[in-house]
């Protein structure tokens, strides 16, 4: 192993498969090389490349007869304070490595362009707490669906789910500007139904539309949204790119990111990283995940630590965040939910609210819903 790295450097932890001691050499040694200097050990003759460059091997572990926690050190530096060169060395190359998963990662706690690569959530919990005026009780959440509903029936949805009292009442993440609900419309047709509804009952619920396409359009849909006065908005990092959503957070967001996990199963990246860490880390202020026992496979150890991730960030600076369990919470479940996440969480309930049937169903689970998480003694 090498000695203690003479640098400001980012720790990274990987989870490496390997059936014999032959195959673990090598493949941490691919880690070494391929996350920064990409060459053969033999090629690289610069002094300053090998001792300011290549990364350093910290320790390397059993997990069980197979996987091996490797832990190495690359210099900060490898970085170029940037938000997509950090993800590079993070992860870059090895990624394509079907027998790594990046499983952790640790910051310098000097390095000096931390913000400009990272912006980190905005707002966090207090200042999304502050928005929909809900000091400590968990909070509440629906997603207007499905696709191919027109612009007026989503608005009127909308206006229900505030009249009930809902907190954050977002997109659907399928809904984009397709031509039967056109982006601009549907946002100026929510906004102004959240509006009148908090107008008649004298809360503060939000709407959150969401954004996606290419960046020239994702950005002039967040002006757009910013300029109707929306309380939140909602982006998929890894359908958009992570580094391009540090760039909104950055110079062009004036309200809070909600991420979604759109794509997020598409890398080797451990789930309480990737949506617990770096989500927040690249600007989110809540972060959707798949909740146990759901339509999705995380189990209730991951989900928890996620959640822990999120409402007590191990990097400092980084602000407290929201999670927002969600994928098939029936309505039934909502006490055993709250129970094991408490009250820093938002409640996010798509389908367990609109199976109640007819509208006047769904006004009263709604209604029902909002009471329940108002009651909820922890």
């Known amino acids: 192993m090498s000695s203690p790295a003479p640098w400001p450097s980012l720790r990274v932890t990987y989870h490496v498969t390997a059936s014999n001691q032959a195959d673990l050499d090598a493949r941490v040694e691919s880690l070494l090389l391929e996350q920064t200097v990409e060459l053969p050990r033999a090629a690289l003759r610069d002094p300053f490349v090998l001792e300011n460059i290549l990364g350093r091997l910290v320790s390397v572990e059993a997990i069980d007869t197979t996987k091996h926690r490797a832990i190495i050190d690359f210099p900060i530096i490898a970085t170029a304070d940037d938000p997509a060169q950090f993800l590079n060395v993070l992860f870059g190359n090895s990624s394509i490595q079907e027998h ?28 999304l707490r502050k928005i929909v ?14 696709i191919g509903l027109s612009n007026e029936r989503i608005a009127f949805l909308c206006g229900l789910f505030a009249e009930a009292g809902v907190d954050v009442i977002k997109d659907d993440h399928g809904l984009a500007n397709h031509s039967f609900h056109p982006f601009e419309d549907r946002v100026r047709a929510c906004q102004k139904a959240v509006t009148d509804a908090n107008r008649a009952t004298g809360r503060k619920s939000i709407y959150a539309p969401n954004l996606t396409g290419t960046p020239t359009t994702v950005l002039k849909q967040l002006k757009f949204a910013q300029d109707e006065s929306v309380g939140a908005v909602m982006v998929a990092p890894m359908l958009l790119g992570m580094p391009f959503m540090a760039e909104i957070v950055a110079k062009h967001a ?13 890398t080797r990246i451990a789930p309480e990283l990737l949506y617990g860490k770096l989500f927040p880390l690249f600007g989110s202020d809540a972060t959707i995940f798949a909740n146990f026992g759901g339509r999705f496979a995380y189990s209730k150890e991951t989900c928890g630590k996620i959640a822990g991730a999120l409402t007590k960030p191990s990097i400092p600076g980084l602000l407290p965040t929201l999670p927002m369990p969600a994928g098939g919470i029936k309505y039934h479940q909502v006490a055993d ?18 199976e109640a049937g007819d509208d006047k169903a769904l006004r009263a689970r709604a209604d029902e819903f909002v009471r329940h998480v108002a009651d909820f003694k922890s």
């Not at 004036?254 to 598409?266: D, N, R, T």
Request: charge should be positive; proline fraction near 10%; hydrophobic fraction near 40%.
């Open 337 to 354: 939910v709250l129970s094991f996440y408490g009250r820093e969480v938002i409640l996010l309930i798509g389908g367990g609210l609109y």
């Open 133 to 146: 005026n809900v000091p400590t009780r968990a909070l509440t959440s629906t997603a207007l669906k499905p």
């Open 254 to 266: 004036k309200v809070p990111i909600l991420g979604h996990p759109s794509f997020g199963g598409a």
């Open 100 to 127: 790594v998963m990046l499983a952790d990662f640790e910051l310098p706690t000097d390095w000096p362009g931390y913000k400009n690569a990272l912006p980190g959530a905005q707002f966090g919990t207090a200042g």
